[in-house]
């Protein structure tokens, strides 16, 4: 293709690539994705469930809307049971969002479409031209954004979303395979995972308590749990990341979020459960300010650990 030359060739290309692209994801279809929205209130249901507790200034700014349009929309989610509020403990005017069960049950189908349309496009193109997608489109991305002198956005991005039907199993499962896997931990560690997963799933409380899955091109890669332990003290359980996801900061992500939602959860410590053969969580703790408080060996997975117990002052 011909790159144009003058200012009325290139306004024309750009605008050829929009109609071609808008037709290419489906966008100019009455409702998105053979779902019950529109594009902007799937975008709107997206940013909520990928973002932990955002509130409706923020989530305007990303997406650019109308101030009084996202208001109509959120109200519209609020009447249809889509969506919880939750009075900022730092500023009454904030409210923070999030979606309640009906909406997680609303949203998942739409998410595992997009997902699946997205794939069937990139099955389309051999691996060597589906880099070379990725990599326009994060050209695109990075000159449109206004940073065109920052690093190119990495093609492999993760990110956060709250728990949906299947992922508990999966976080018992994926932790029984690779504890094996690495340390040759046995039963009854598996055991424990379950027990954990089993009490969060049968009776959290969302206000106090809150489980974060991560995904990798749509994959699996991470989860955490922070639950109650007492009164004013919090419990992390359960942090694990995928080794197909490991150097890409999810691991501290993953912690840090659990900081954030203990504090404004109103809890005032933190404490965790681990040993000391994980080096690299070690490592996260400890620059997350934990301290470590004890340590004890056992024998309880079929080889000699030492457990420690981790505090962090909030």
């Not at 293709?1 to 966008?27: C, E, H, L, W």
């Not at 009075?87 to 998942?108: E, N």
């Not at 933190?270 to 060996?297: C, D, M, N, Q």
């Amino acid at each position: 293709m011909t790159m144009p030359s003058d200012g009325k060739g290139r306004v024309a290309a750009v605008r050829r690539f929009n109609r071609f692209y808008t037709r290419q994801i489906g966008v100019l279809r009455k409702t998105f994705l053979d779902s019950p929205y529109s594009l902007a209130e799937a975008r709107v249901l997206y940013e909520i469930a990928s973002s932990v507790a955002p509130t409706a200034s923020a989530i305007g700014r990303t997406l650019d809307l109308d101030a009084g349009y996202l208001s109509r929309v959120l109200r519209n989610f609020e009447k249809r049971g889509l969506i919880q509020r939750r009075v900022s403990a730092s500023d009454a005017r904030q409210s923070h969002l999030a979606l309640s069960a009906r909406g997680r049950k609303s949203f998942a189908p739409l998410d595992r479409r997009s997902q699946r349309d997205t794939q069937a496009m990139l099955r389309g193109l051999a691996p060597a031209e589906q880099a070379q997608l990725i990599a326009a489109m994060n050209t695109i991305e990075t000159l449109l954004g206004g940073e065109a002198a920052a690093p190119p956005v990495p093609a492999r991005r993760y990110r956060l979303r709250a728990p949906v039907p299947g992922d508990f199993g999966w976080i018992v499962k994926r932790n029984g395979e690779l504890y094996a896997q690495e340390y040759g931990w046995k039963s009854p560690f598996e055991g424990v995972c379950a027990q954990i997963v089993a009490d969060f799933a049968n009776g959290h409380d969302p206000k106090r308590e809150r489980c974060w899955i991560a995904e990798l091109d749509g994959e699996k890669v991470g989860t955490v749990m922070l639950v109650k332990d007492k009164p004013g003290v919090a419990r992390r359980r359960l942090r694990l990341v995928d080794p197909k996801a490991r150097g890409l900061g999810l691991g501290a992500r993953l912690v840090d979020e659990c900081i954030r939602f203990a504090r404004r959860a109103g809890y005032k410590e933190i404490t965790l459960w681990t040993h000391s053969v994980l080096t690299s969580a070690r490592h996260i703790y400890e620059k997350a300010g934990f301290k470590l408080r004890r340590s004890e060996p056992h024998k309880s997975w079929g080889r000699p650990v030492v457990s420690e117990h981790w505090d962090l002052q909030l």
